[in-house]
């Protein structure tokens, strides 16, 4: 009688959720309806659109948070875990339990500076006496390590389309722009406050407080493609704003401002005027391809310092700057001042003159502080998603990039909506905020739920975050890994990016292969992957195999695949045999007994010891391995056998997974 109960109370439960979703959409539905937003000006039906009602589009209230026990029914819970049960318990699921030790501190290790630890760290941190202070304090001496801004910084890369060369026929390199890398990556070791983090980017050159580093940060402006020798120079001007209107409000705003550039937005109240009043205030900058040595941006010269390849206005005194009948260059119509978005009408007005004695328009600035405007509602939204989607495997709401009509539902509105107040009102910080989440009792379960399978039923893509997500290692972090747990891993921070070895075969498509790519020396290679050179039309096989985006466009959430070419690289690829071998001498030069050469490589590896069955099914391997390469006559025959068992390992799902 109990499991037809159970079954009856399941089948309700998932009845309620479905009926939850389907609620939610149709009052979306109805407030468009109730809104106008289905008929155009000629009464002829348009496609649904939103308006300026837009949930997204509302102002930012920290809502009530409620109050649900803990999962022992003792204690009470945070914040995000009172809002992520709320939702469970309507649904008539319950969370996992906690994850494992050993598996956190790897999830932990890999989400805050992706590397893993070692066996020494995960022994001391599982067998503490208080595990909750292990804990917190595992997390903020991590949040504190040089190698979180090294692993948080490539996440924002994706988000802004960040490369080292212009694309195109040439794809030449972008002198210095490593140097905006860095500064990336300082800003978020030394937890610079968001609102400063977006305001040097788009007008470090234009503050009071101007430094060198300031003005490097305006290189984001400057990473995307650029075309020295365009068809129509006047054409490519137009190209060019559109690429940084696109990265703009994409980054920081989450709205495709860029889609109005011909016309109104087809899904958005972002009308055509709002994209050219938007675009204005890069109209004065360096965006036509002038001398093809400046890569289409301004002279050092015109930054006031030599060596940074920055962005500054360069003139105060912009010519009109005109709106495009059908984003046609060569159909100019009506003079557009510059101004923000009508879509945050509290904050919709037009752009200041400059000061007096002012180097630039201060357009950029204004646009800065417009963004990062406490009122505006879509900023903290976007950041705090961004931050939730890289801890939990998906954001509260994933479409990273677009908060729009076309967005998908939020799966926790009122947690988001938390998020971002407690965002701004503890200062823009982003180590604060990731600290939070990752304290979370939610961050904390278990991949594995004893309910799987009903569960699933009722909410398959796990939205309600019923369970943790287990994910594979990024391309990045399987690299660095890799050199890692070799030692050969060189921590040296900063400087000019390194080449690694590309493949021959990779090269035969250049007319002159010599200069497409020279090979940095050895040390140099052997730097984490946030360093190696990114090169547009030229990117390492192996990390695109694994998802490494391409940066035309900005990316707000890598491709997650599992492809059989992944598997090929892994048991294929010259650097991985490299790292197997490697591993192999470390462990004979540690002993000549073999078991414990094993027990070395698995502590390397997987961070843990072999099971007595697995010893066994490893000696028997190696010894198998052993008598196949001395039957070939191999002078290594031994050294062989062990980089095998290595090569093994690195092929687990052990190893390539955080669960």
């Known amino acids: 009688m109990r499991a037809a109960a159970s079954v009856f109370e399941r089948a309700q439960a998932r009845t309620r959720f479905r009926i939850a979703i389907a609620v939610t959409r149709i009052a979306i539905a109805v407030t468009l309806i109730l809104t106008g937003g289905l008929v155009s000006s000629s009464g002829q039906e348009e496609p649904t659109r939103a308006g300026l009602d837009w949930w997204a589009f509302q102002p930012i209230e920290k809502p009530h948070v409620p109050s649900v026990p803990s999962a022992d029914g003792a204690t009470s819970v945070s914040a995000i875990d009172s809002w992520i049960r709320q939702r469970l318990r309507s649904a008539g699921l319950r969370p996992a339990t906690a994850a494992d030790r050993e598996v956190l501190i790897r999830r932990v290790y890999y989400d805050l500076i992706g590397l893993p630890p070692t066996l020494e760290e995960i022994d001391l941190f599982t067998k503490s006496a208080s595990p909750t202070t292990a804990y917190v304090e595992l997390v903020d001496r991590l949040l504190a390590s040089e190698r979180f801004g090294e692993r948080w910084a490539r996440h924002w890369f994706d988000v802004v389309r960040f490369a080292e060369t212009n694309g195109y026929e040439r794809d030449e390199v972008k002198p210095n722009l490593w140097k905006y890398r860095d500064w990336v990556i300082q800003a978020f070791n030394t937890d610079m406050p968001y609102d400063q983090f977006v305001l040097e980017q788009l007008a470090g050159d234009e503050i009071e407080e101007r430094s060198e580093q300031s003005v490097v940060a305006t290189g984001m402006l400057r990473a995307g493609t650029w075309n020295d020798e365009p068809n129509n120079p006047n054409d490519y001007k137009y190209e060019r704003l559109e690429d940084m209107v696109e990265v703009v409000s994409t ?48 002279s050092d010269d015109e930054l006031g310092m030599s060596g940074v390849f920055g962005w500054t206005d360069i003139t105060i005194n912009p010519t009109e700057f005109r709106l495009l ?132 039923a009722i909410d398959s893509g796990n939205r309600l975050l019923w369970k943790a997500n287990r994910r594979r290692a990024d391309a990045e972090s399987l690299r660095d890994s890799m050199l890692h747990i070799t030692g050969e891993l060189n921590l040296s921070m900063g400087g000019p990016s390194f080449y690694p070895i590309m493949a021959p075969e990779v090269l035969e498509g250049f007319s002159r292969k010599a200069d497409a790519w020279t090979p940095s020396p050895e040390p140099e290679r052997m730097r984490r992957s946030v360093y190696m050179m990114t090169k547009r039309h030229l990117l390492l096989p192996f ?30 690829n010259a650097f991985v045999h490299e790292r197997s071998t490697r591993l192999a001498l470390m462990a004979m030069e540690q002993d000549a007994d073999i078991d414990q050469q094993i027990r070395f490589c698995w502590s390397k590896v997987l961070g843990r010891l072999p099971k007595d069955r697995e010893l066994v099914s490893a000696r028997s391997h190696i010894e198998q391995q052993l008598s196949h390469f001395q039957s070939n006559g191999s002078a290594e025959a031994e050294l062989q056998a062990v980089a095998s068992l290595c090569h093994v390992l690195v092929n687990t799902n052990e190893f390539l997974y955080v669960d």
């Open 325 to 456: 009948k059908n984003g046609d260059a060569h159909q100019p119509a009506e003079v557009v001042e510059p101004g923000h978005l009508s879509l945050v009408p509290v904050l919709d007005r037009p752009l200041q003159p400059a000061p007096a004695g002012a180097a630039t328009n201060h357009r950029r600035v204004q646009m800065a502080k417009f963004i990062t405007d406490p009122r505006n509602p879509l900023t903290a939204r976007v950041m705090v998603n961004r931050l939730w989607q890289q801890l939990l495997g998906q954001g509260i709401l994933r479409t990273p990039n677009n908060f729009g009509f076309k967005a998908d539902v939020p799966s926790h509105p009122e947690l988001l909506d938390w998020l971002a107040a407690d965002f701004m009102a503890g200062g823009w910080r982003m180590k604060r905020m990731i600290r939070q989440i990752i304290l979370s009792e939610t961050y904390q379960q278990s991949s594995v739920h004893p309910d799987e399978l009903e569960n699933d």
């Open 251 to 298: 980054a920081f705003m989450g709205v495709t401002v860029h889609c109005a550039r011909c016309h109104d937005h087809k899904f958005d109240p972002i009308p055509q005027r709002d994209y050219y009043r938007f675009a204005a205030a890069f109209w004065p900058g360096a965006i036509e391809p002038r001398d093809r040595a400046l890569m289409g941006g301004p």
């Open 543 to 572: 990390m695109t195999t694994f998802d490494f985006p391409n940066s035309e466009k900005p990316c707000g959430k890598r491709d997650l695949t599992t492809v059989a070419p992944q598997a090929l690289a892994m048991l294929n």
